[in-house]
């Protein structure tokens, strides 16, 4: 074991020689030092980690993962998994984020640079034990100090980089569905929500739009004119999002598979030949991303799209997905004809079903291709997590070469910590179950603590049908989610918010209203995370270090000033809220109308009626907003609209800039400070608007502890 001081919060421990992920550059200085703190070890081919806990610690992180936000309890498996069923049992789902934070006696995170499995055992073995488990004896691990949460996050950021940032309409509406078949349906979507003025800013394309599951074509009967048809959709106020699959379909003169063939492109199997596996078209060879000239050659053909008009990709089935290979599916067949003729008792019957069950995403079959990584073959399994990041990865260094300063909207279904400086996230493929509101609610800060702000889940669930009121209290969540995506797979009921009976889709319409109406407040809060390596959600014990805090896990804080408290629960009409200060409350019906409540410290039953949506605004902070449109670009903020729970002062930073280049990374933006001083009866007010090139004006409606509101108006030219 080698020992570097990276800098004064951070060691690195360096097992063997293990395989580069690229995700942490700097080296460090290598250092002098016995053991590794707070943990046990025991070596051998593969590293455990035991660390006794305490019984008040907190375990927090793992990124995208089930349970709750303290991980105490569970058993987590990093190894990037397709499967739809998220139930509380799964071990694993599409992300693999090493990190996590003990939050108790000690204080510090843990980072496992390891891109083959690991595995968590936060007490679920041993209730008093934390153990980790890495399969193999090459392995880089980060011990990360720092005296509070942010600061230990904020250094584990530092060490792995610059969050991504999408153009800032990627902060609207999106709609989605598998099963938009043609440019007529697509189009039909739109003017639905033309017709009911419902803001949306983008409309997925999932695999319908392409020819026979090809990447990078385009259906010329589905889609004719396909460059013509993404014009026509800008116009009317709408961006097509297409979907990219990690598997190339083996098919004599198409362009991608006769590429990749040639230049040794895609991994191989054990006799060096093309790895064969099948997924949407079939039989497919996977790109090998390892490779940096077959990265550059897969994300140049994202400009296909690109020189269509295209300004945003979703990357899909990059675990990568495996529906079956040649091997798993000889091997089925066999085994059920053999079955014929027998008597098939329960045991003879689960080991037929089974050998149909486990053709997909077979361990056996990671196990048989491999990757060619500086002159040798490393297999598959070795390097699993690694690959959707690096197929990510490619796309966003792809556009950066055809386009180097225009920001486009990207994200992924497969993770690896790193991956947040090229991408967002969506949470995969879940159900419409109300009991994924509540995952989503808790995964967010999780995936923030990993990097991965830009991100949020199927709005309204993936699988299975939804209710209205599914729809409308996930959107009341989801609202305040930097991915606002409402997407649904074929065969289930329509979910669009115009798709329910008129008292439905006018509630989830005031609710997307209402999420541009926030986007100043979100943007600002998104982009001053990204700067300043911090969190957009937060767990209230980030903030509060009282013991309830500590407890609560269906609260979220929102940026510097809000708190939320969504209703995850079906026929509720209101919940139990825990407030660790004084805060105010605006129930949100409809965005135009504003009546506040002072709320005391506490615990409450909130009543939550179906319409509304409960947002408190903490003591001594401001909520900026802005106007609704019906997309990003129509918002028309040259007035701001401030409301500000005031019982002593108030200070806010509200950022801006031009939504859709790099120019923030030089300086380039624009920044307005706020302060709001209660004198003996009235309120002082300063601005300055530092670079303002937009805001004119700005209105404030201040509230005091006793719940009085002064209203005032601040003209900036």
């Not at 694993?92 to 006696?105: R, V």
């Not at 994202?302 to 020189?307: F, M, Q, V």
């Not at 606002?484 to 989830?508: C, L, V």
Request: with cysteine.
């Amino acid at each position: 074991m080698k020992i570097y001081e990276i800098n004064k919060e951070v060691i690195k421990y360096r097992f063997g020689n293990p395989i580069s992920t690229d995700v942490v550059m700097e080296k460090g200085i290598e250092i002098k030092k016995e053991g590794i703190d707070f943990f046990q070890l025991e070596k051998g081919e593969s590293i455990k980690l035991s660390y006794k806990m305490y019984p008040d610690d907190l375990v927090l992180g793992l990124g995208e993962n089930q349970r709750g936000m303290n991980k105490r309890g569970g058993i987590y498996e990093s190894f990037c998994s397709d499967d739809p069923l998220h139930t509380s049992d799964k071990k694993s789902l599409y992300g693999a984020h090493n990190f996590l934070i003990i939050e108790g006696t000690d204080k510090f995170g843990i980072f496992i640079d390891y891109p083959g499995k690991v595995t968590f055992d936060v007490g679920f073995t041993h209730k008093d034990y934390l153990e980790i488990l890495i399969d193999d004896n090459h392995v880089d691990i980060y011990m990360i100090k720092g005296d509070q949460l942010r600061e230990i996050v904020k250094n584990f950021l530092k060490l792995t980089g610059d969050g991504y940032v999408p153009p800032k309409w990627a902060f609207g509406y999106q709609q989605c569905r598998w099963s938009y078949k043609d440019a007529n349906e697509v189009e039909k979507i739109a003017d639905g929500f033309l017709k009911n003025d419902i803001p949306c800013d983008t409309i997925y394309l999932d695999i319908d739009y392409m020819e026979d599951f090809k990447d990078f074509t385009i259906s010329e009967e589905r889609f004719p004119n396909f460059k013509g048809f993404v014009k026509n959709m800008k116009e009317k106020g709408f961006r097509l999002i297409p979907i990219i699959d990690a598997g190339v379909k083996i098919e004599k003169d198409y362009d991608v598979y006769e590429e990749g063939v040639k230049n040794n492109y895609f991994c191989v199997d054990e006799n060096e030949k093309p790895f064969v596996a099948a997924v949407w078209p079939g039989r497919v060879h996977f790109p090998d991303f390892s490779n940096p000239d077959a990265r550059r050659w897969f994300g140049l053909k994202y400009k296909n799209l690109i020189d269509c008009g295209i300004e945003g990709f979703w990357n899909d089935m990059n675990e990568p997905a495996i529906f079956y290979t040649d091997r798993g599916l000889k091997k089925a067949i066999e085994h059920a004809k053999t079955s014929e003729n027998e008597n098939l008792d329960i045991y003879t019957f689960f080991g037929l079903k089974d050998s149909f069950m486990n053709l997909s995403n077979n361990m056996e079959d990671y196990k048989s291709f491999y990757h060619r990584m500086d002159g040798e073959l490393v297999r598959h399994d070795q390097v699993h997590n690694l690959y959707g990041y690096n197929m990510t990865r490619a796309a966003a260094e792809g556009f950066r070469e055809i386009a180097p300063n225009k920001r486009f909207l990207l994200f992924s279904r497969s993770s690896y910590i790193g991956m947040h400086r090229y991408s967002g996230i969506w949470t995969g493929d879940n159900h419409s179950w109300w009991e994924h509101i509540l995952l989503n609610i808790k995964m967010m800060p999780s995936l923030n603590m990993c990097g991965f702000l830009y991100s949020g889940a199927d709005t309204g669930g993936f699988n299975g049908d939804a209710n209205a009121e599914l729809i409308i209290r996930w959107s009341q969540f989801s609202l305040f989610t930097p991915l606002f995506r409402n997407h649904s797979a074929m065969g289930t009921r329509n979910q669009e918010p115009f798709s329910f009976d008129q008292e439905s889709k006018n509630m989830i319409k005031n609710t997307i209203k209402l999420r541009y109406v926030l986007i100043p407040y979100i943007y600002s809060e998104y982009m001053k995370a990204i700067i300043n390596k911090n969190v957009y959600f937060a767990p209230l014990v980030f903030e509060y270090d009282d013991e309830m805090s500590k407890r609560v896990e269906n609260q979220l804080l929102v940026g510097d000033s809000l708190m939320i408290t969504p209703v995850y629960e079906e026929n509720a009409k209101g919940r139990t809220v825990y407030l660790p200060e004084d805060m105010l409350l605006w129930k949100v019906e409809d965005y135009r109308n504003k009546s506040y409540q002072v709320v005391k410290k506490g615990h409450i039953y909130l009543d939550v009626d179906l319409k509304e949506t409960p947002i408190f605004i903490r003591k001594n902070k401001m909520l900026i907003l802005g106007e609704s449109a019906n997309n990003v670009e129509n918002i028309d903020n040259r007035e701001l609209h401030v409301i500000a729970f005031v019982t002593e002062k108030a200070k806010y930073s509200y950022y801006d800039d031009d939504g859709k280049s790099y120019d923030y990374k030089n300086g380039k933006y624009s920044e307005i400070i706020i302060e709001i001083e209660k004198t003996d009866e009235a309120y002082d007010i300063k601005v300055d608007p530092r670079e303002n090139e937009k805001v004119e004006k700005i209105h404030f409606e201040i509230i005091d502890s006793n719940g009085n509101v002064t209203k005032k108006m601040v003209e900036l030219y």
